[in-house]
């Protein structure tokens, strides 16, 4: 059983910064393309940022491009999204999502993903 616990999701002001962590268990974790989506009231569900298997690839969204970052830990079967120089159009529900991925690969599509955790929100204040 594949499981993934978003974590570090909070109300913070314009121009904070918040940590999002998702842990991963029941999966080879390595073998796991990872993914960060978020989804704004009335929005669709979109990507934010991907990472390949090793981290040795990795995808951001043009619109929080400079600002956030993905990255992971395969130790700790973990999964990061660093989010500075928050903005209250970054407001939404940031969800987790993995994949098992053989070639390095990242995704950016909901449809892509096999696997998503219960999200957690992220709410900035201007």
């Known amino acids: 059983q594949v499981q993934l616990v978003e974590s570090g999701g909070g109300l913070v002001q314009a121009g904070g910064s918040l940590r999002l962590s998702c842990a991963a268990s029941g999966l080879t974790f390595s073998s796991y393309a990872m993914g960060w989506f978020r989804q704004a009231p009335g929005k669709e569900r979109e990507s934010v940022a991907a990472i390949s298997r090793r981290g040795g690839n990795t995808y951001h969204a043009n619109s929080v491009k400079g600002r956030f970052t993905i990255s992971r830990d395969n130790a700790r079967n973990t999964v990061y999204l660093q989010m500075n120089s928050l903005k209250p159009e970054d407001t939404a529900v940031y969800y987790c999502?993995?994949?098992?991925?053989?070639?390095?690969?990242?995704?950016?599509?909901?449809?892509?993903?096999?696997?998503w955790g219960q999200g957690t929100q992220v709410t900035v204040s201007s």
């Open positions: 999502a993995g994949r098992p991925d053989y070639r390095s690969r990242y995704y950016i599509g909901t449809s892509d993903y096999n696997d």
